[in-house]
């Protein structure tokens, strides 16, 4: 059984998504900041797989992706690095990040290698839909990997419900349409929330964008199994001198 699925079995509530840049701060952090996650209480972990041109990132994601592909990452060295990651790291891990640089690598090749280093799931917000269920639904599928698809406020009934079909693992609800780091009060998007509560969608709904403390998380967990936290994590990373008491500082002031 996928960890995904392992997890959204055993905890409904709650969920804390942690998002990091495989490569930063240092080229070698990768495997210690997942360790830190994992020892801290993060339940999932969404490792950014860096990119020139992350077009849903704001500011501080970029600058951390830029930082890493400057520190040498790459998605190769990525799947070295996580190449025995399953013998001490236990939660789900998902992989974000965009169509170019996995079809420069290749497509099935990344699949398979993903697999291969114990991934639970995929993000690529720039894969169209359409695109996903006719050229690569197969191949996700075959390698065991969880597709993840976003949502927005904007996202009608009808598409929400095709996506939702498509989608295993979560569905990831983007708490406004903006970038990573800047949106409305998650407090503002109760009806929003609301509305995908009362769909009552077969996949699991994890909020992301704007979660950034124990008031967004618990606002954002309201209504759905839980939330989504990147920028602010990254932000904490930066200074870091122990990136294992950093985490644990960040962890512990979003759940006490």
Do not use: W
Not at 116 to 140: H, R
Not at 162 to 174: E, R
């Amino acid at each position: 059984m996928n960890r995904l699925d392992t997890l959204f079995a055993t905890k409904k509530t709650n969920v804390l998504n942690i998002y990091c840049t495989a490569g930063y701060p240092q080229l070698q952090s990768t495997n210690e900041v997942l360790m830190a996650l994992q020892n801290n209480g993060a339940d999932i972990i969404e490792l950014g797989m860096p990119y020139s041109d992350p077009l849903a990132d704001g500011e501080v994601i970029q600058a951390s992706s830029t930082v890493a592909l400057q520190n040498g990452m790459t998605i190769e060295k990525l799947f070295e690095q996580l190449q025995d990651t399953r013998n001490t790291i236990h939660v789900p891990i998902i992989l974000m990040g965009y169509m170019n640089p996995i079809l420069q690598f290749g497509i099935e090749k990344f699949c398979t290698a993903a697999k291969d280093a114990g991934v639970d799931g995929v993000i690529l917000p720039d894969l169209p839909m359409y695109e996903f269920e006719t050229m690569y639904k197969e191949l996700f599928e075959k390698n065991g990997l969880h597709f993840i698809f976003l949502v927005t406020p904007e996202t009608g009934e009808e598409r929400i419900r095709k996506i939702d079909s498509l989608c295993s693992g979560f569905i990831y609800a983007v708490s406004s349409s903006s970038t990573t780091g800047k949106n409305k009060a998650i407090e503002q998007q109760e009806d929003y929330f609301k509305k995908l509560q009362q769909l009552q969608l077969k996949n699991p709904v994890l909020v992301g964008f704007g979660i950034k403390d124990r008031q967004t998380f618990t606002a954002a967990c309201t209504y759905t199994n839980g939330a989504i936290i990147g920028t602010a994590y990254i932000r904490a990373l930066q200074n870091a001198t122990d990136i294992n008491q950093t985490t644990k500082e960040f962890l512990n002031s979003i759940t006490g």
